[in-house]
């Protein structure tokens, strides 16, 4: 499964950005796509993730700014992010989940300013 994610940059505080992250390859079945994010000095956290059922998981600290959405039929997840805070600056990393193994993207860098 590869992973391909866009939508990340520098934007300022009460900003908005949309991250995307296509799969492809070998898709059999992913029972979960999500969000993770790394701050620098921090440990990897989940931000959101959504299942196949459309189970939904959203760290508290971004509800109510962060919705996630999926397109089943396209493997994409979708990650909008409204209402951004300077410690919302962090990597963010897509992932997928599919029962038996984690795949990773590549991060792509989010910053917000002050």
């Known amino acids: 499964v590869q992973l391909q994610a866009s939508g990340g940059g520098l934007v300022q505080a009460g900003g908005s950005l949309r991250l995307s992250c296509a799969a492809s390859?070998?898709?059999?079945?992913?029972?979960?796509l999500g969000w993770y994010r790394q701050a620098p000095g921090k440990q990897r956290e989940l931000v959101a993730s959504?299942?196949?059922?459309?189970?939904?998981d959203v760290l508290s600290s971004v509800a109510g700014r962060f919705t996630i959405s999926r397109d089943n039929a396209r493997n994409t997840v979708y990650l909008q992010m409204n209402s951004l805070k300077p410690e919302d600056t962090a990597v963010y990393y897509c992932?997928?989940?599919?029962?038996?193994?984690?795949?990773w993207g590549r991060g792509t860098q989010v910053t917000v300013s002050s």
């Open positions: 992932n997928a989940y599919t029962g038996t193994s984690n795949f």
């Open positions: 390859g070998s898709i059999f079945s992913l029972n979960r």
């Open positions: 959504k299942t196949t059922g459309g189970a939904t």
